[in-house]
């Protein structure tokens, strides 16, 4: 009885991931025309977007400390 609920509950298993797969093809398929150089482009330029606001947040909090804005 629990070699027979065990395989039920693989069975269940895999055929919920087999549902997710299949309604996460078409997406799939549209990520996989970008090519992979547009992929790097984007994630460097996120990098860069975050290390120039970081560095802008950093050099507001220094002068709201110096002006006494902060302590």
Same mark, same amino acid.
């Given at each position: 009885?629990?070699?027979?609920?065990?395989?039920?509950?693989?069975?269940?298993?895999?055929g919920?991931?087999?549902?997710?797969?299949?309604?996460?093809?078409?997406? /799939?398929? =549209? !990520?996989?025309? &970008?090519?992979? #150089?547009? @992929? /790097?482009? =984007? !994630?460097?330029? &996120?990098?860069? #977007?975050? @290390? /120039?606001?970081?560095?802008?947040?950093?050099?507001?909090?220094?002068?709201?400390?110096q002006?006494g804005?902060?302590?």
């Amino acid at each position: 009885m629990v070699a027979t609920g065990a395989v039920g509950f693989v069975n269940w298993v895999a055929g919920g991931i087999s549902d997710i797969r299949d309604g996460a093809q078409p997406v /799939l398929d =549209l !990520f996989g025309i &970008v090519p992979w #150089w547009a @992929y /790097l482009a =984007l !994630f460097f330029g &996120v990098a860069l #977007w975050l @290390y /120039l606001n970081g560095r802008n947040g950093e050099a507001a909090s220094v002068e709201a400390v110096q002006e006494g804005a902060r302590r």
